[in-house]
């Protein structure tokens, strides 16, 4: 007698170390996988999701009472092919106790990496020249004291919207370019940060102290990295009022969600020079932002598409850890990261 195999869905083409190690249960699995490494038919997955066992989800994929609804009751997992979880309805996995699997650790250097490139460019208007030199204008561009002048990084007070792992990786690279003080918040203002990731907080020679508020970090930082997870109350938590506190050479950078930036406030406060410059690695209704967008006319605004994790060694190992979170979301074994669905909606750590 043959065994029914059990079905799982995967919504991409996956790196090939991935792909070998889920081509290795084919035998013992059902697999169907949107052939394509563009994203796939919201139709194309419902249709397939029936009868799955388990689905790998991308980013882009929303994971949702009608998914789930499709699936059917018996999925067991949810395996995400990111860091970030605001495209998966918690609270529906949460009632038909359903696993759901996440990649938050092997993104922490290519981010970091990232973070430490946008405060540069910010700082040292790194797209705004870039453009001069594309637009053919640096011989009409006479060498004068100021020229293309911006704010030093050495001696910068940085404030964290969040203090993660990213956060203090980030903030682990920054210090030999020898910044004065670091300032944080995090969900619980004015407490110190749970975790101390890599022995910073504890034993660095600068003062690293919880902010009491997001006005006192919007008041003293000279660079703002945006670094907490989105939810109702962080959404456009950065917008005119953080803005108008800022010091007028500070600069903002963005490498968590789009949406925690109030967009318009962010265009408003480069226009008026309420903020110096701005290095965005996410913004609100990406990927839709077409070449007439208002935050494009801004040259002192750097924006790259969501790239933090765009490094070959970071995806590689994104892909095998979501493909691992799959195997053992149908086995009932441990996932490498696995989201914790308490009986209460949590607020996620920033």
Known sequence: MTMT????????????????????????????????????????LLDNAKDATGILVMLSDKVDEELLEAAGSQLKAI?????????????????????????????????????IMLILMAQRRGGESIAKVMKGEWPQMPWHPLLMTGPQIRGSTVGFLGFGRIAQASLQRLLPFGIKRVIYLT????????EDHFGLIKDCAIPIEPAQSADRLAKESDVVVVGCAL????????STD???KMKKLAVIVNIARGPVI????????????????????????????QADHPILKQPRCVLVPH??????????QMAMESVK???????????????ELSSVTETPKY
């Open 307 to 316: 790239i933090g994790s765009a490094t070959i060694e970071t995806r590689e």
């Open 79 to 115: 395996a995400s092919f990111s860091v970030g979880t605001d495209h998966v309805d918690r609270d529906a996995l949460r009632k038909r106790k359903i696993r759901l699997g996440y990649t938050p650790t092997c993104l922490t250097d290519a981010v970091a990496d990232l973070t």
């Open 187 to 194: 969900s619980k203002p004015g407490q110190l940060a749970k």
């Open 5 to 44: 195999k059990r079905k799982v869905v995967v919504t991409r083409q996956l790196i090939d170390e991935a792909q070998i190690l889920l081509d290795a249960k084919r035998e013992e699995l059902e697999v169907v996988q949107w052939q394509s490494e563009k994203p796939c038919d919201r139709s194309w």
């Open 231 to 238: 939810t109702s109350s962080t959404k456009h938590l950065v």
């Open 262 to 289: 109030d967009t318009d406030a962010l265009v408003k406060a480069l226009d008026e020079e309420q903020i110096f410059g701005a290095g965005l690695d996410v913004i609100e209704n990406e990927p839709n932002i």
């Open 325 to 339: 979170n799959l195997l053992a979301g149908l086995t009932g074994e441990p996932m490498v990261n696995e989201v």
């Open 242 to 244: 953080f803005f108008n």
